[in-house]
């Protein structure tokens, strides 16, 4: 727009006494108001203040415009206000499936209670984009390449071991031979990678089951259909109730959950939420006593 910088100055000495007084809320010279209000008398051809005495008053013209301007500035700074609302007050975050349902959601109140802010969450595994996709923060397993240079925020190393409920540990009388595995189609591995740290022979000659998602998985675990490979944050919270049990104990997988964020400074929502974060996970790791394997010590 023209001579936007003359409307801002024009609705500043509209609202104020003299060019003095307006000069000093715009941290400007009077020439300087002077000078700005002339250009936007010459751009619409109409005086818009005259002298009475040492102050200045608004024409006809003038007050009319200043009626406009009002609007406008008050439309704008409202505008502006909404905007520091917005991005203040509500994160986008971006986090794995499974660990948003098990562990982040059901924690999220806390955040709240504490900040006041809300958390929008989207869920997605493996690579992310921030930014331009509305994403601020992303809580991921650092299991993939990442395709972009984003920070990386260590939150904390995960553990993981075999998950049963009670009741099927009875029901197959800790009969190791009996156990069904259960396994997901977004960690294929695991039963693999886990069997092979910790040195067991457990996933030979079993019955298995697959579930699309690692969720399932450990659901059909809960409802004692099989064992699961129990990541320990998204065990935990079961395990606390007793509708899961690690007669195995848990071991360090060599992967850890992190936090992706932009290179770039973190604003203060970020900041307060990454911390959080880190705090909330660092607490969610097993016990010393849930390290160590108790079924042969039964």
Same mark, same amino acid.
């Given at each position: 727009?023209?001579?936007?910088?003359?409307?801002?100055?024009?609705?500043?000495?509209?609202? $104020?006494?003299?060019?003095?007084?307006?000069?000093?809320? %715009?941290?400007?010279?009077?020439?300087?108001?002077?000078?700005?209000?002339?250009?936007?008398?010459?751009?619409?051809?109409?005086?818009?203040?005259?002298?009475?005495?040492?102050?200045?008053?608004?024409?006809? @013209?003038?007050? %009319?415009?200043?009626?406009?301007? @009002?609007?406008?500035?008050?439309?704008?700074?409202?505008?502006? $206000?909404?905007?520091?609302?917005?991005?203040?007050?509500?994160?986008?975050?971006s986090c794995e499936p499974t660990l948003t349902m098990r562990w982040l959601m059901p924690r999220l109140s806390d955040f709240h209670h504490n900040s006041g802010a809300d958390v929008r969450l989207s869920t997605a595994g493996g690579p992310v984009t921030l930014g331009s996709s509305g994403? $601020?923060?992303?809580?991921?397993?650092?299991?993939?390449?990442?395709?972009?240079?984003?920070?990386?925020? =260590?939150?904390? /190393?995960?553990?993981?071991?075999?998950?049963?409920?009670? @009741?099927?540990?009875?029901?197959?009388? =800790?009969? %190791?031979?009996?156990?069904?595995?259960?396994?997901?189609?977004?960690?294929?591995?695991?039963?693999? /990678?886990?069997?092979?740290?910790?040195?067991?022979?457990?996933?030979?000659?079993?019955?298995?089951?697959?579930?699309?998602?690692?969720?399932?998985?450990?659901?059909?675990?809960?409802?004692?259909?099989?064992?699961?490979?129990?990541?320990?944050?998204?065990?935990?919270?079961?395990? =606390?109730?007793?509708?899961?049990?690690?007669?195995?104990?848990?071991?360090?997988?060599?992967?850890?959950?992190?936090?992706?964020?932009?290179?770039?400074?973190?604003?203060? %929502?970020?900041?307060?939420?990454?911390?959080?974060?880190?705090?909330?996970?660092?607490?969610?790791?097993?016990?010393?006593?849930?390290?160590?394997?108790?079924?042969?010590?039964?």
């Amino acid at each position: 727009m023209r001579h936007l910088k003359a409307f801002h100055v024009f609705h500043t000495a509209a609202t $104020s006494s003299s060019y003095s007084e307006a000069a000093a809320k %715009l941290n400007i010279t009077h020439g300087a108001v002077s000078k700005q209000i002339k250009v936007l008398e010459n751009y619409l051809s109409h005086p818009l203040f005259y002298k009475q005495g040492r102050n200045v008053r608004l024409t006809q @013209e003038g007050e %009319l415009l200043k009626s406009y301007t @009002e609007q406008a500035f008050q439309t704008l700074e409202a505008g502006v $206000s909404k905007l520091f609302q917005v991005k203040n007050q509500c994160l986008e975050v971006s986090c794995e499936p499974t660990l948003t349902m098990r562990w982040l959601m059901p924690r999220l109140s806390d955040f709240h209670h504490n900040s006041g802010a809300d958390v929008r969450l989207s869920t997605a595994g493996g690579p992310v984009t921030l930014g331009s996709s509305g994403l $601020s923060l992303a809580i991921r397993r650092n299991d993939f390449e990442l395709l972009h240079d984003y920070k990386k925020t =260590k939150l904390v /190393d995960e553990w993981v071991g075999p998950v049963f409920s009670p @009741e099927y540990w009875h029901q197959i009388n =800790k009969d %190791l031979s009996k156990v069904k595995l259960l396994h997901s189609q977004t960690r294929p591995q695991a039963w693999e /990678d886990w069997s092979s740290s910790y040195g067991d022979t457990i996933i030979s000659d079993k019955t298995h089951q697959t579930f699309a998602h690692f969720y399932f998985c450990f659901q059909a675990a809960v409802d004692g259909l099989g064992a699961a490979i129990g990541s320990y944050p998204l065990v935990a919270d079961d395990l =606390k109730r007793g509708n899961l049990i690690a007669p195995f104990g848990f071991i360090l997988s060599g992967h850890s959950y992190i936090l992706l964020s932009q290179e770039r400074a973190p604003d203060d %929502l970020e900041q307060q939420f990454t911390v959080w974060l880190q705090q909330s996970l660092s607490q969610c790791v097993p016990t010393p006593t849930e390290k160590i394997a108790f079924y042969n010590q039964e």
